[in-house]
């Protein structure tokens, strides 16, 4: 059984820097084919994609947060590690986490954590 | 990068009634999308994959389609549970891009 689970601060003040950990189990990410993401949501609005690596440690950032970005991946403890640096307000909303897998069914974010909220305030 | 357009932004229709949501991308994404649902204070749920497979799980009442950058998903008739949030997603091209949603009311 595949669970994923957010943890970091809840309260970010403006220009810190964010730390997100995502801790899983039921899969490694040293397995071929497999993949973890970060997608957030602001408040009442769409899904956005942020960062994504792969077993091999291929890694993906949204172009217009690239330069704020970092994941990485810790195979021994089962976690992968998100950092947004200079936070803004309107970085506020709940970041997931999640598994997609490459070499089987069905290709996409099939399974999610239950997501961490994050407030950027002063 | 890719922009997929939800249409309509809200349907509002009742238990019993068929359901059509529509996502275009604004290039070819060739089958590569999903659907997901989304209920108030959850994670997204995986629905459809590559335009018109269900996920493991998932009631054969939701159905997915696609005609060139056209997709559709289909409810075939609204479960009070079905009311909620609909994302499509691309997996066809960097960065990965969700489209804006169709939330789906209970009338």
């Known amino acids: 059984q595949i669970t994923l689970k957010e943890s970091g601060p809840t309260l970010v003040k403006p220009t810190q820097t964010l730390t997100l950990t995502c801790t899983f189990s039921g899969f490694s990410l040293s397995s071929n084919g497999v993949g973890v993401g970060w997608i957030r949501q602001p408040p009442e609005k769409a899904l956005e994609w942020i960062a994504f690596v792969w077993w091999n440690d291929d890694k993906y950032y949204s172009p217009s947060l690239k330069n704020r970005l970092s994941i990485t991946k810790d195979t021994s403890r089962n976690q992968v590690v998100l950092t947004m640096t200079n936070m803004y307000p309107a970085d506020t909303g709940t970041y997931y986490c999640?598994?997609?897998?490459?070499?089987?069914?069905?290709?996409?974010?099939?399974?999610w954590g239950q997501g961490a909220l994050v407030t950027v305030s002063s | 990068e890719i922009v997929l357009t939800q249409s309509p932004a809200t349907l509002s229709l009742s238990p019993g009634d068929g359901a059509t949501l529509s996502c275009r991308a604004s290039?070819?994404?060739?089958?590569?999308l999903a659907w997901y649902q989304q209920k108030p204070g959850q994670a997204p749920r995986l629905l459809i994959y590559?335009?018109?497979n269900r996920a493991p799980g998932i009631p054969a009442r939701f159905s997915g389609s696609q005609s060139g950058t056209d997709f559709t998903l289909t409810i075939a008739s609204l479960e009070p549970e079905d009311f909620a949030v609909y994302y499509c997603q691309q997996r066809s091209a960097w960065p990965l891009t969700f489209g804006q949603g169709t939330r789906l009311d209970m009338k």
């Open positions: 290039q070819s994404v060739r089958s590569l």
């Open positions: 590559d335009a018109s």
């Open positions: 999640a598994h997609r897998p490459l070499s089987t069914i069905p290709y996409y974010f099939d399974y």
